[in-house]
């Protein structure tokens, strides 16, 4: 269980299970029959005996009779044909169910907690925006087809005539591990953002091969770094750092910023300019990716993580859409109408996220529901998490840990939870 799989596996099979529903409610029924046939049976017995004269042996044979017709034994055949009938009609709308309890298990969720990526939305991530210090660029084209152009103020550039621009794709491309293949149409084997930057990159005639920089180590993105860096040799020998992740993450560890093609210190006015636009991208539910590299000493060790992704120097931020499901908005308000209540816990931005809430549903008007952030969830103890849940509709940046919390503060709650994404 070292790996981050197989905490999420460990925390997972951790969690004590609940009875399911029907289960609980069939055991409060059958205690409630019980006591019912008890007081009747004995309020026969008293009537056959003390009021009719009954013989006490013919009068317990009766009321001991009564109880016994009292089970319902066909309750367990009728329930069990009901949910496969459930089964059946799950299955006609491609949903496999192994256990029968889970189908009214489901019938029965009051609050539905699903991803964003892939799960609201298609998971088919398109670079749009590129931002470089004090300038922007469009990219046209649309999924992982290699096609389109770079425009600036809405003329049409060459992006590998700007060091810039070049520097960022190239960053996209390199601290990435995601192939591109063109098989009855262009798709990707890998994660959709490292397939976005990749393709940006392609647009622009920039690819892995043609770098001629070898790779020397990888560390791969994680939810708590929320950023992902490679290593580089150049072929002069020198070595090099790209880092693409979280843009407040990797603002965090940057120390310069490129501009116009030479780096220099990063100032305060430097990341206002950032943040306004990071914040305007997320309003119009883009992702927003930062792109930047730190020059290394030559040598042949190993570079620890902290040396690879300190230091920065910033180059730009890349803007991906990733257009939400069309069924998606629908399904919403039928489960809304239905008084279920849809809860999006994702690792977006805050801003992003709550973009695509409104557009999906989940949030309708403004100020219906509370957004949080991760950090929130972390820094509270369970008593203050269960105040929020109780009106929580977006939570932003969350890690796997803060998802399980959440779902656990709902289940405190006497809410019955379904986990998506």
Known sequence: MSTVFGGIAEMVQSIDSDEPPLKAKLETLGRQLGAISLILCAWVFVIGVFVYG???????????SLAVSAIPEGLPAVLTITLALGVSAMARQRAIVRRLASVETLGSTTVICTDKTGTITKNEMTVTRLSLRGRQMDVTGTGYEPKGDFLEA?????PLEDQGLTLALKIGALCNNVTLN??????????PTDGALLVAATKAGITC?????????????????KRMSTVYR????TRVSYVKGAPEEILMDSRAILDGGNPRSITEADLRDLEATMKNWAGEALRVIGLAYRELPRGDEDVGIEEAEKELTFVGLAGMIDPPREEVKEAIRVATQAGIRTMMLTGDHKITALAVAKQVGIITDEGEGRVAEGFEVESMNDEELDRLVENLRVCARVSPEHKMRIAQALRRKGEVVAMTG
Do not use: C, V
């Open 54 to 64: 009954t013989p006490i042996e013919e009068t317990l044979l009766t009321s001991i």
């Open 154 to 158: 809405g003329t049409k550039m060459s």
């Open 182 to 191: 063109d098989n009855n149409g262009w798709n990707i084997h890998g994660d």
């Open 209 to 225: 091969g043609s770098q001629n920089e070898t790779l020397l180590q990888e560390f791969s993105f994680d939810s708590s770094r």
């Open 234 to 237: 150049r072929a002069d020998g």
